[in-house]
Nanobody, 118 residues
Framework: QVQLVESGGGLVQPGGSLRLSCVAS????????MSWYSQAPGKERELVAG????????NHLASVKGRFTISRDNAKNTVYLQMNSLKPEDTAVYFC???????????WGQGTQVTVSS
């Protein structure tokens, strides 16, 4: 069955770093555009970063540009989000999403909590 399993979240001090991972199984990973979303308490889920199927093109939310970097390893069926210079306002649950640009199928992971606090 299709699975997206995120890991790497946790509690970190402001200015710290985390690397989130999302391992995919049950579908052809390399055919899917991958994205990371965040959802803070009481707020809507928001797109943080996306990456094309080959990894050739990425985009990042303006507020995380220069701090977060999305990447993928199609050989490992994994997408990453490197998060540097973390701020308290980055605190949220982070979800990965897989989307097939042709079929329209989408899959979501269960999320991983990131808390930035001193």
């Amino acid at each position: 069955q299709v699975q997206l399993v995120e890991s790497g979240g946790g509690l970190v001090q402001p200015g710290g770093s985390l690397r989130l991972s999302c391992v995919a199984s049950g579908f052809t990973f390399r055919s899917y555009v991958m994205s990371w979303y965040s959802q803070a308490p009481g707020k809507e889920r928001e797109l943080v970063a996306g990456i094309t199927t080959t990894g050739g093109i990425t985009n990042h939310l303006a507020s995380v540009k220069g701090r977060f970097t999305i990447s993928r390893d199609n050989a490992k069926n994994t997408v990453y989000l490197q998060m540097n210079s973390l701020k308290p306002e980055d605190t949220a649950v982070y979800f990965c999403k897989a989307a097939n640009p042709f079929s329209g199928y989408e899959y979501w992971g269960q999320g991983t909590q990131v808390t930035v606090s001193s």
